[in-house]
């Protein structure tokens, strides 16, 4: 079946960073658009940054430009959320996500999500 394991998650003071990191696992993985999703109390899931199957293209939503870095190692079935100068605002329930859309400022998720790993960034 196919598998989606984040880790990484866990708390951090304001202006800090933390690296978030997703396995894959049951399905051929570089030949999927891979993305990264959040929801924090009392919102919406909301779509964090994409990176194209083979890594040419990356999106991030205004509120992280600048502050994270997608990536993704196709050998190792693996992607990656670096972020960097993280604030409150950051606070959310992060998912990995595969087989959605890349582009656009809300790329539409796919069907394969994992289980989420908690940020939380005191202010």
């Known amino acids: 079946q196919e598998q989606l394991v984040e880790t990484g998650g866990g708390s951090v003071q304001a202006g800090g960073s933390l690296r978030l990191s997703c396995t894959a696992s049951?399905?051929?993985?570089?030949?999927?658009?891979m993305g990264w999703f959040r929801q924090a109390p009392g919102k919406e899931r909301e779509f964090v940054a994409t990176?194209?199957?083979?890594?040419?293209?990356?999106n991030y939503a205004d509120s992280v430009k600048g502050r994270f870095s997608i990536s993704r190692d196709n050998d190792k079935n693996t992607m990656s959320l670096q972020m960097n100068n993280l604030n409150h605002e950051d606070t959310a329930v992060y998912y990995c996500?595969?087989?959605?859309?890349?582009?656009?400022?809300?790329?539409?998720?796919?069907?394969?999500w994992g289980q989420g790993t908690q940020v939380v960034v005191s202010s």
């Open positions: 996500n595969a087989g959605g859309g890349v582009r656009g400022e809300t790329p539409t998720p796919g069907e394969i």
């Open positions: 049951g399905f051929t993985f570089k030949y999927y658009n």
């Open positions: 990176i194209s199957y083979d890594g040419f293209f990356t």
